[in-house]
Nanobody, 127 residues
Framework: QVHLVESGGGLVQAGGSLRLSCTVS????????MGWFRQAPGKERELVSA????????YYLDSVKGRFTISRDNSKNMVWLQMNNLKSEDTAVYYC????????????????????WGQGTQVTVST
């Protein structure tokens, strides 16, 4: 069983930065694609960024391109989301998720592909 724990959320002023971390425990982390999702009140959960096993394939939501950076370290079983120049519309609960993959697959972009989820961490951007 894969277990994911997020950290790093908080309250930040617009224009500020936060770095979210996700620690993964369980079997076969190195063969999981990873993603960061977010859900704001009254809105559907959306994929913010994703990375495949090798970090050779990445996805970013258009609204975060150039501001957010996803990275992972398979040796540490961790994935991060560096968020810069935060905006009020980035306010949401952010979830780390993993999808069963293999060393050669591309990034996963469909919510239903992700089978394991963290509990979420709140990010609030004040203006």
């Amino acid at each position: 069983q894969v277990h994911l724990v997020e950290s790093g959320g908080g309250l930040v002023q617009a224009g500020g930065s936060l770095r979210l971390s996700c620690t993964v425990s369980g079997q076969g982390f190195a063969y999981y694609a990873m993603g960061w999702f977010r859900q704001a009140p009254g809105k559907e959960r959306e994929l913010v960024s994703a990375v495949n096993w090798s970090s050779g394939s990445m996805y970013y939501l258009d609204s975060v391109k150039g501001r957010f950076t996803i990275s992972r370290d398979n040796s540490k079983n961790m994935v991060w989301l560096q968020m810069n120049n935060l905006k009020s519309e980035d306010t949401a609960v952010y979830y780390c998720a993993s999808a069963v993959s293999d060393p050669f697959s591309q990034v996963k972009t469909k919510t239903e592909e992700y089978g394991y989820w963290g509990q979420g961490t709140q990010v609030t951007v004040s203006t």
